[in-house]
């Protein structure tokens, strides 16, 4: 049976760009593209990043009992919804995925397809460095949010808490304060676990 890697991280950790590198060094790796209610960053992609739905479109898939998971963030420019979506692109008998998300989504995650098929990677950065990321990140949107960024700052310290970390069983951190030799770690890391799945099933 396929291995789902979920990539998980605080805002500004790093994840977002190491997820999109690993699709580029990982190709044996299907990827899931997720939904939100929020409006798309500048530079992002319909289809690519995220589904941006709104919530008529977000209903009608929970009435269908396509919603794996959902989190609901009343943000200060209105709550925003994120999801992850049974909708045909996961296949677990025949591939291995990527999937980047929060904690309380893996958790959801395991919840639906067992804990056995999901492979945890948690990326973390020093507050300080992570903070002067968020910064820079926003000053480049054409309307930056910067009370947003706040919010999910201080959110992200509750929700990563070393508690809800231990909860859920992480245990392996990778320390992203070099991009590249994080991503090396994190890569190796992927590939043994994936290779022992593989000589399992044999």
């Not at 950790?13 to 990827?31: A, V, Y």
């Not at 996961?90 to 919840?111: F, H, K, P, Q, V």
Request: aromatic residues 12%; hydrophobic residues 30%.
């Amino acid at each position: 049976m396929g291995k789902i890697c979920y990539i998980m991280g605080k805002s500004s950790s790093g994840k977002d760009t190491i997820f999109k590198k690993l699709e580029e060094r990982m190709p044996e790796l299907k990827t899931v593209t997720l939904y939100t209610t929020r409006p798309a960053r500048a530079g992002e992609t319909n289809g690519i990043e995220y589904y941006f739905v709104d919530e008529g479109k977000l209903k009608a898939m929970e009435d269908k009992g396509y919603v794996i998971e959902i989190r609901a963030y009343n943000t200060k420019h209105g709550v925003w919804k994120y999801f992850t979506a049974d909708d045909g692109q996961i296949d677990l008998d025949r591939y291995n995925y990527i999937i980047i998300g929060t904690l309380e989504s893996y958790e959801a995650m395991c919840r639906y397809f067992g804990r056995e098929r999901l492979i945890p990677v948690y990326i973390e950065v020093e507050d300080g460095l992570r903070l002067k990321r968020a910064l820079q990140r926003e000053r480049r949107q054409s309307e930056p949010k910067y009370s947003e960024m706040c919010r999910r700052f201080l959110a992200d310290q509750v929700d990563f808490s070393d508690e809800n970390l231990k909860k859920a069983g992480i245990k392996r951190r990778f320390r992203n304060h070099k991009m590249e030799e994080c991503l090396q770690d994190v890569q190796a890391y992927l590939g043994k676990k994936l290779r022992e799945n593989k000589k399992f099933l044999c």
